[in-house]
T-cell receptor, first 114, second 116 residues
Framework: AQKVTQAQTEISVVEKEDVTLDCVYETRDTTYYLFWYKQPPSGELVFLIRRNSFDEQNEISGRYSWNFQKSTSSFNFTITASQVVDSAVYFCAPKGVTDYKLSFGAGTTVTVRA | NAGVMQNPRHLVRRRGQEARLRCSPMKGHSHVYWYRQLPEEGLKFMVYLQKENIIDESGMPKERFSAEFPKEGPSILRIQQVVRGDSAAYFC??????????????FGPGTRLTVL
């Protein structure tokens, strides 16, 4: 089983500011996967990114980027130049390679003001 | 390719009634997962099913809750004799296989259950 801590409960920014969401996880698995999901006010869950524990290369995809630090068990997610449509609850979720269930954090509510 | 479908989207029940939540996985997906999201909380795993088999129901409450995924038709999450504490959003997810373990789970829009 995995344990996830998303210490930030709420973040409020003005449009065009960058937003970084923190995620710290605990796992006994040597190989695992890390996911970020977004839940907008409409309620559905939207997959954002997936990262493998054996690949620490950080990447950028459009306005999204992530910083995976295996040594500190952190998997932070950044939204660059935020937009009002980015307002949502963001969940970090690790999963062991032999697991089939996602372990969700409590989520961070992001509010982007125009 | 249609996504994961759940119905109803909203369900209102009175205490003591039964609630039946349905989930149709994405085409080609044979693995179904149910999660529950209580108000102001993250999602918690309930049960994992494959066709005609319950693989892991460790997250299911011991009483009143059951799930199935028949050979034909949608997966059903059934809650008998609902209580107010059952009010939550219930999400279904599906995945194609467990190969490599990194399969992404595709989520449905959820069913919001309100118990009066």
């Amino acid at each position: 089983a995995q344990k996830v801590t998303q210490a930030q409960t709420e973040i409020s920014v003005v449009e065009k500011e960058d937003v970084t969401l923190d995620c710290v996880y605990e796992t006994r698995d040597t190989t695992y996967y890390l996911f970020w999901y977004k839940q907008p006010p409409s309620g559905e869950l939207v997959f954002l990114i997936r990262r493998n524990s054996f690949d620490e290369q950080n990447e950028i995809s459009g306005r999204y980027s992530w910083n995976f630090q295996k040594s500190t068990s952190s998997f932070n997610f950044t939204i660059t130049a935020s937009q009002v449509v980015d307002s949502a609850v963001y969940f970090c979720a690790p999963k062991g390679v032999t697991d089939y269930k996602l372990s969700f954090g409590a989520g961070t509510t992001v509010t982007v003001r125009a | 390719n249609a996504g994961v479908m759940q119905n109803p989207r909203h369900l209102v029940r009175r205490r003591g009634q039964e609630a039946r939540l349905r989930c149709s996985p994405m085409k080609g997906h044979s693995h179904v997962y149910w999660y529950r999201q209580l108000p102001e909380e993250g999602l918690k795993f309930m049960v994992y099913l494959q066709k005609e088999n319950i693989i892991d129901e460790s997250g299911m409450p011991k009483e009143r809750f059951s799930a199935e995924f028949p050979k034909e038709g949608p997966s059903i999450l059934r809650i008998q004799q609902v209580v107010r504490g059952d009010s939550a959003a219930y999400f279904c997810a599906s995945s194609p296989s467990l190969v490599a373990g990194d399969n992404e789970q595709f989520f449905g829009p959820g069913t919001r259950l309100t118990v009066l």
